[in-house]
């Protein structure tokens, strides 16, 4: 899994990287529109969006979101529900027999708060989710979250730092942390 990382916007490993989101998007727009029981023609696409095929007893129901694909690791029985996004700059592990739910939104990259810098830099983190994880409805994981194993992330849920193992988090209530 890729480290923590920072990237400038105007360099040649941003192009590149924009290349591969724009072509990601091509083909996760044509795997939302195929019919839902077109398993062959779902695998193929994933395989081109994730870069090799997808392990065994993998389900992702779409509509499905990447914009890399090549930094998502799904293990065996991962169970993927309607809706879900996967921002995968800075890697995403999924460990086995984790349940993810409708419209769940996993983000590994940012920007700089300062207002200086924000359009500077791309930042990222990776998520890791240990295994048989359970992620409730619209749950959102930010960078660099480590969820351990059995752990319970309720619907609505914005989990910003680490889970413990067999531990249930809950809430997405905003505080103000600073001024400028």
């Given at each position: 899994?890729?480290v923590?990382r920072?990237m400038?916007?105007?360099?040649?490993?941003?192009q590149?990287?924009?290349?591969r989101?724009l072509?990601v998007?091509e083909?996760?727009?044509?795997l939302?529109v195929?019919?839902?029981?077109?398993e062959t023609?779902?695998?193929?696409?994933?395989?081109?969006?994730?870069?090799?095929?997808l392990?065994?007893?993998?389900?992702?129901?779409?509509p499905?979101?990447?914009?890399?694909?090549?930094?998502l690791?799904?293990?065996?029985?991962?169970?993927i529900?309607?809706g879900c996004?996967?921002?995968?700059y800075?890697?995403?592990?999924?460990?086995?027999r984790?349940?993810?739910?409708?419209?769940?939104?996993?983000i590994?990259?940012g920007?700089?708060?300062?207002p200086?810098e924000?359009?500077?830099?791309?930042?990222?983190?990776p998520?890791?989710?240990?295994?048989?994880?359970?992620?409730?409805?619209?749950?959102?994981?930010?960078?660099?979250?480590?969820?351990g194993r059995?752990?319970?992330?309720?619907?609505?849920?914005?989990?910003?730092?680490d889970?413990p193992?067999?531990?249930?988090v809950?809430g997405?209530?905003a505080?103000?942390?600073?001024r400028?």
């Amino acid at each position: 899994m890729p480290v923590d990382r920072l990237m400038l916007i105007r360099s040649p490993e941003f192009q590149s990287m924009s290349e591969r989101v724009l072509r990601v998007t091509e083909l996760t727009s044509r795997l939302n529109v195929l019919p839902f029981d077109d398993e062959t023609g779902k695998a193929e696409l994933l395989e081109q969006i994730m870069g090799r095929p997808l392990p065994e007893r993998v389900t992702i129901y779409p509509p499905f979101y990447t914009d890399h694909g090549l930094n998502l690791a799904l293990s065996e029985r991962v169970f993927i529900n309607q809706g879900c996004t996967f921002l995968d700059y800075a890697g995403i592990r999924i460990g086995p027999r984790t349940m993810i739910g409708p419209k769940v939104t996993f983000i590994t990259s940012g920007h700089p708060v300062d207002p200086e810098e924000r359009r500077l830099y791309l930042t990222g983190e990776p998520i890791d989710v240990a295994e048989n994880v359970w992620i409730g409805a619209g749950a959102t994981i930010l960078p660099g979250v480590t969820i351990g194993r059995d752990a319970v992330i309720a619907a609505g849920a914005v989990v910003a730092d680490d889970v413990p193992a067999q531990s249930l988090v809950t809430g997405a209530k905003a505080t103000v942390r600073r001024r400028w």
